[in-house]
């Protein structure tokens, strides 16, 4: 997780820690996670220090290593509860990556971005790498277009104007009615698979997530490369809703 942008260093930091140990999902050294974080060994060692005498964290002196403990996953059980009617959102990623060979990506609105909240790699030597965190402009990807389909169409224009308003020079700027033929493409199909938006060869497959009233809507894809996608297409929307509906009823 990135410090600056309003973030509070302390919680930026423990959050990223966490964040660090879902991503690898094994224990780990200070150095490892020192270098993962991006943050000097010192700091890391008191930040460890801290959440393993709160019970966060524990440490495994012969093999020298940090693992979350239980306490951390209860700390957001009762959320699950109110999303997945079977297992949990975590183990339904695991699965569609797993039926489909590719990275399985969930996002959420964040002001005028769509933030990718977790994701699951794909194990395939050719893959779509992503990272937890990782924010674009709403119009500028199948899950943020997703999201905005949600939407009402004079939302969606202000939305896109505030954008290129607050655009920095050299960043893209949207077409309104570009967007909005997007976005009614998506609700009429169900999914959004506009191919090669923001790196040249691979793309993503998204659908709107169900979520529980008064949640922000989400979005979850499948990402990967483009000539992959396309082959796949049909299989991977049928996964994917599928999955959906087991875990989550939708």
């Known amino acids: 997780m990135a410090e600056g942008d309003g973030v509070v260093k302390s919680a930026g930091r423990v959050l990223g820690l966490l964040q660090v140990f879902a991503e690898h999902r094994r224990p780990m050294r200070v150095s490892e996670i020192a270098q993962a974080m991006g943050i000097p060994q010192s700091s890391t060692s008191m930040l460890l220090k801290t959440l393993t005498a709160m019970g966060y964290v524990s440490f495994d002196a012969e093999a020298k290593a940090f693992r979350p403990t239980l306490r951390v996953a209860l700390l957001g059980a009762w959320l699950n509860e109110e999303f997945a009617t079977e297992g949990s959102v975590d183990e339904m990623m695991v699965e569609m990556a797993r039926a489909t060979a590719d990275a399985v990506i969930l996002a959420v609105e964040n002001g005028v971005w769509s933030e990718y909240i977790h994701v699951v790699q794909s194990e395939q ?14 119009p500028a990807t199948n899950l943020g277009r997703v999201l905005l389909a949600a939407k009402p169409d004079d939302e969606i224009e202000r939305i896109v104007r505030r954008i290129n308003a607050e655009a920095a020079a050299g ?47 989400m979005a979850i894809g499948i990402g990967g490369p483009t000539d992959r ?22």
């Open 125 to 138: 030597d050719l893959r779509y790498a992503l990272r937890p965190g990782t924010k674009r402009p709403l």
């Open 229 to 250: 996608l396309v082959r796949g297409r049909e299989m991977i929307l049928a996964e994917m809703r599928r999955l959906l509906s087991q875990y989550l009823g939708g």
């Open 171 to 217: 960043d893209r700027r949207f077409d309104i009615a570009a967007t909005l033929e997007a976005v009614h493409g998506i609700r009429r199909d169900g999914y959004s698979f506009a191919h090669n938006l923001i790196s040249s060869g691979a793309s993503v497959i998204a659908l709107p997530m169900p979520v529980p009233a008064g949640y922000k809507p």
